[in-house]
């Protein structure tokens, strides 16, 4: 079971701030269902009991589906404090979607502003005694601030399927879908033989390769390519060889050695 609590050490808690901060922490253990479980949570969340002394809410993991796992709901739990411990002592980035660390700026934003002290999220065993805690004060404020504004310059270059060239301020720029991260990069500064070039690939989502100065994020995330030097046009995805079409094509290569020990000799390491 776990015990969520807003504290307030003065006056009274705005309600807004307490649904807030428990909404933030249910949105928490979905993602971390979801990263662990795979698609598909396999928990719910039902309210056990509410409490007045500090607004506190109980809630119970119930099993979404007869195939949940034994113990599986600690899984979630632990590593879900652990992302929480994370934004709290700083220095790191959780595995949690960029959304997630949003919402928990938001909720820690409105500590001592008047408002809550911090937000506790307490792994309680079956006899209600403390088992895992964590509490998110003023500090994972700062931190979480640091992570998302964290950005490094460098030429380089984004491969991904071209999603836009738009107009923003009489400026155009374009947008690819990284490939590796998923997430939408804008690239600003274009020539317009490059906008022409990034339009001719627009209908098909043909995937290219936009160089220029290259911003990424304290996860090493492409956020940017700005000033870009050139623009590269890519096969189509479904042009791309399979690993059936890979396999076979170099018979023998390794001989009677495994791969691992074919990849240690060539390191210099057999």
């Given amino acids: ?155 380089g270059s984004v491969t991904g399927e071209i999603i836009t060239v738009s107009k923003e301020a009489g400026r155009t720029f374009v947008t690819i879908r990284d490939e590796v991260f998923g997430n939408a990069v804008k690239c600003t500064d274009l020539g317009v033989e490059l906008v022409t070039k990034a339009s001719e690939g627009l209908p098909d989502n043909r995937r290219a390769t936009v160089a220029g100065i290259l911003a990424t994020d304290s996860r090493s995330r492409p956020t940017a390519v700005k000033h870009v030097r050139s623009i590269e046009i890519l096969s189509r995805r479904s042009e791309l060889p399979t690993s059936a079409d890979v396999a076979g094509r170099f018979p023998d290569l390794t001989g009677d050695l495994s791969t691992e020990d074919f990849l240690r000799r060539q390191r210099g390491h057999g």
């Fill in 1 to 155: 079971m776990l015990k969520l609590v807003l504290h307030a050490d003065t006056g009274d808690v705005d309600l807004e701030d307490y649904l807030e901060a428990v909404s933030a922490a249910l949105r928490t253990l979905k993602a971390v269902d979801r990263r662990v479980g795979g698609a598909s949570r396999r928990l719910g969340w039902k309210l056990q009991r509410l409490e007045s002394s500090e607004p506190t809410t109980l809630v119970l993991p119930v099993p979404a589906t007869t195939t949940t796992p034994v113990d599986y709901e600690s899984v979630v739990i632990s590593r879900t404090i652990a992302a929480l411990e994370m934004l709290e002592a700083g220095g790191q980035f959780p595995d949690l979607p960029d959304k997630i660390v949003r919402d928990w700026y938001d909720v820690t934003s409105r500590f001592e502003n008047g408002g809550p002290s911090g937000f506790s999220v307490d792994d309680l065993n079956h006899e209600g005694l403390h088992h895992h805690r964590v509490r998110l004060t003023r500090r994972a404020y700062r931190h979480i601030d640091e992570l998302l504004k964290t950005s490094y310059e460098s030429i």
